[in-house]
């Protein structure tokens, strides 16, 4: 029995979708059975509830589990959870953990000065160490933060792209693609101690995902840098807390520093999925980025 964690997020709602679109059994983890609700709708999902930091609450989870794709929130303690999630793993008897890891595609990013890939090599290292088999997914930017209201800053209302990264490239990822990848890894023989980076095609500036976005909508986008101190300013006037205000301020500093992407397809090529380009994603999420109707 293989079990997935996080099913109710941005990558974990995608992933389940995968399985179930492929016909792969799969049990899920779900803290809020109200928001688990949907996946009831999905064939061979097997819905169970618990939570990762409360290892009396997993029982049912990882009873005869031998292979889990660990996922879970970039926020709320990321390294607690997972790494008690590990030693509940371990003591249930799970043979194999798939860390959903991340990597920036920056060629010079520091992974140890932004807090969230930092966290991500400390919570690696742990899994190492737990004497579990191990697995690491380590998808670059997702494609699906260019949404709007994902935290990118693409202002659907203005055309816009609002971002403090002057004209640094990144390689982002479809989320799908990962999905197909995890189905795959979740499946695959020989992959034990095996690190698996994976980005999107093309390493993109600012101002070319604002043209391809006005390829695929017929309307125009534009890129509009701005400072650190304005994107925090304006991430603050949308109710964001001073911790992930910290948070993006790293990140954003880290993605000026480091002008080029590295395009990365061997994960894609190792289990045989095609790379989506941002002209793909951004054709089928042609609606989500059309404007939004005023009042
Ligand atoms: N954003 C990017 O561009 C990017 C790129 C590469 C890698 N990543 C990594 O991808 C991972 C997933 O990100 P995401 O955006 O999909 O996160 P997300 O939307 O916040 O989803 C997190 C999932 O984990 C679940 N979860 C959190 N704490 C839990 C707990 N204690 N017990 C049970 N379930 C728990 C959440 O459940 P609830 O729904 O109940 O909260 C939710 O289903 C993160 O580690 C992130 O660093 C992100």
Request: charged fraction near 20%; hydrophobic fraction near 45%.
């Amino acid at each position: 029995m293989h079990l997935t964690t996080g099913a109710t997020g941005v990558a974990g709602s995608i992933v389940a979708r995968e399985f179930a679109r492929q016909g792969v059994p799969i049990r899920v983890l779900v803290r809020d059975p109200a928001k688990g609700a949907w996946l009831r709708n999905l064939p061979g999902i097997e819905i169970v509830v618990g939570d990762m930091r409360v290892p009396e609450s997993l029982g049912a989870a990882l009873d005869g589990v031998d292979r889990v794709l660990m996922i879970s929130s970039p926020r709320d303690d990321m390294v607690g959870t997972q790494c008690r999630f590990i030693d509940a793993a371990k003591a249930a008897g799970v043979g194999h953990v798939v860390k959903f890891s991340g990597k920036e595609s920056g060629t010079t990013f520091d992974p140890q000065a932004f807090r969230g890939t930092r966290w991500h090599l400390e919570i690696e290292r742990y899994l190492e160490d737990s004497g579990l088999a191990w697995t690491h997914l380590q998808p670059s930017q997702f494609m699906q933060v260019y949404l709007p209201g994902a935290l990118t800053g693409v202002d659907a209302g203005r055309g816009a792209i609002v971002m403090p990264i002057g004209d640094s490239r990144l390689a982002p990822v479809d989320i799908e693609d990962i999905a197909r990848v995890a189905v795959a890894v979740m499946a695959a023989d020989g992959i034990e101690g095996r690190a698996y980076a994976m980005t999107g095609p093309e390493a993109l500036t600012m101002t070319e995902v604002a043209e391809l976005l006005t390829a695929a909508t017929g309307r125009p986008y534009r890129y509009e840098p701005v400072t650190a101190g304005q994107k925090r300013a304006l991430h603050a006037a949308e109710g964001f807390p001073p911790e992930v205000l910290d948070l993006l301020d790293e990140i954003y500093a880290g993605r000026r520093g480091s002008p080029d992407a590295v395009v990365d397809l061997s994960t894609h090529r190792t289990f045989g999925v095609e790379p989506t380009t941002f002209a793909d994603f951004a054709r089928r999420h042609a609606g989500d980025f059309a404007p939004v109707p005023s009042a």
